[in-house]
């Protein structure tokens, strides 16, 4: 035996087997959280949204950092697309619209937090 580490290895002794629903297909799974989460705003957004929210639409764009109001409209089109973000038009003249996170999107609140962590740990 090998005294190499093997962070695969430990990872799977320290945790008990990810349990998947009966006919899941994981890799499935992991495709659609990661479209999700694997576009450039949308994680972004959603802490935002999670943490501030509802904010309007400039509110977000002064948020983060040097997002296009196209790319922005975009990913928020997206995000509302996929039922984890809501729109709601406040006023019509001058247009306002605001944004927040739905109950869907409220379920994607631990796998940021995670990612968060994650990010700040590969830093140090």
Do not use: C
């Amino acid at each position: 035996m090998s005294s190499e580490h093997h962070p695969t290895t430990e990872w799977r002794s320290e945790r008990q087997p990810i349990e998947t629903p009966l006919f899941t297909d994981a890799e499935t799974a992991l495709h659609k959280t990661r479209d999700i989460v694997g576009r450039k705003w949308h994680p972004v957004l959603l802490y935002y949204l999670l943490q501030d929210g509802p904010l309007g639409f400039n509110e977000l764009k002064e948020r983060t950092d040097s997002i296009s109001s196209k790319m922005l409209s975009e990913s928020l089109s997206d995000l509302e697309d996929a039922e984890l973000v809501t729109r709601e038009l406040l006023n019509d003249q001058p247009l306002r619209v605001e944004y927040a996170i739905s109950e869907q999107g409220q379920a994607l609140g631990p796998v940021i937090e995670e990612m968060i962590n994650w990010g700040i740990q590969e830093d140090k």
